[in-house]
């Protein structure tokens, strides 16, 4: 079974725009998923409505097994988000930040792993450090471990090198790549095909809401 399915999904927005078309595609679980597309191809849409924040307007998803619609607690507690915006307080630490949202997703305290993610996304030094201290790659890594904090299988981000300098991109592709090792499924989207490149076994391109090849990266390469 797929980590997450996907079949004729599509969504119009109030107003008349059509940001999805009768979208079809499986996530194979344990891969590292890229959705690559030009903006306003419509990937935030699909994310949203995956993360339960857009109601889609057609169309059948699950996650990890559990219908959206269906279980659709089943469903969102099988997936973490990683956000494009950084958002948080700036005066909690890593530390307090994880603990808060153990405690919104229902971790019971004694099995939260706050230290551990910490260590996961390389911010244990950074544990009890204010969060507006933290440089911009360590506030995305943090972000990761927050979209942890449930232990999902699934992790998708949003663009997560969009106006990130090439260093920070490498070093981000690697903990993503180290997360994806240890048998997390990674989605990703994406409008640099470099980067699509670099990270999937698997890319899927989507324009006009409308998904346009869906292949292994090997082949989708072999067609250009
Ligand atoms: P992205 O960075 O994903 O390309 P945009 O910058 O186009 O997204 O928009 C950011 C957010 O603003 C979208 O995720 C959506 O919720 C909202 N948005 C985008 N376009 C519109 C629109 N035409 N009308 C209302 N809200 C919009
Ligand atoms: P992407 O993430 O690929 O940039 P989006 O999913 O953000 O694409 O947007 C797909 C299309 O839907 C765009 O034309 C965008 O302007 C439009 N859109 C996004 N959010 C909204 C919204 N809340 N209301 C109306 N239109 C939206």
């Not at 490149?197 to 072999?222: F, M, S, W, Y």
Request: proline share 5%; net charge neutral.
């Amino acid at each position: 079974e797929a980590a997450i399915s996907i079949q004729g999904l599509s969504k119009i927005y109030k107003g008349g725009k059509q940001a999805l078309t009768d979208v079809t595609l499986d996530v194979p679980r344990g891969s590292m998923f890229g959705l690559l597309g030009p903006n306003g191809a419509g990937k935030s849409t699909l994310i949203n409505i995956l993360a339960g924040m857009v109601v889609k307007t057609a169309g059948k998803a699950s996650i990890w097994g559990f219908d959206i619609d269906e279980h659709p607690r089943n469903a969102k507690a099988s997936i973490g988000i990683v956000p494009q915006e950084i958002l948080f307080d700036p005066f909690f630490t890593p530390f307090e930040m994880l603990e808060i949202y153990g405690g919104l997703y229902g971790v019971p305290k004694a099995k939260r792993q706050s230290m551990e993610l910490l260590r996961k996304v390389h911010l244990e030094d950074k544990a009890n450090a204010y969060a507006r201290t933290l440089s911009g790659g360590m506030k995305r890594r943090l972000l990761v471990a927050k979209a942890l904090v449930h232990n999902p299988p699934v992790l998708v981000l949003d663009e997560p090198t969009a106006g990130v300098d090439i260093q920070l991109r490498q070093q981000l592709w690697e903990y993503v790549r180290e997360l994806n090792a240890l048998g997390t499924t990674v989605v990703l989207t994406t409008h640099y095909l470099e980067e699509a490149e670099e990270l999937c076994d698997r890319i899927a391109i989507i324009n006009h809401g409308q998904v346009i090849a869906n292949k292994p990266t090997h082949e989708l390469l072999q067609m250009a």
